[in-house]
């Protein structure tokens, strides 16, 4: 696949998580599920720019403000061929 379609892969190297639902994972201890399955968060944007919302505990993430500057975004995504 082309380099130039890298940046429509994963590229996640610090992620964003709500405190409380790391706390919440920590303490369930026995659980098989990563922390990714147990994170219920939507992403979207706003009048302001991008937020970050925590399902489980209503509550705000992480709200990026764009101060009014339109950034260049990327909607497309990567399919995989799937081989029968
Ligand atoms: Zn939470």
Known sequence: MSETFTFLKNNINQPIICTDCEKEFIDRQNSKESLQDFLKI?????????????QRHQQNVCHFDFEGIRLKADFRCLKQKKYN
Do not use: R
């Not at 939507?42 to 925590?54: A, E, K, S």
């Open 42 to 54: 939507d992403v979207g944007l706003t009048d302001f720019g991008v937020q970050i919302w925590c």
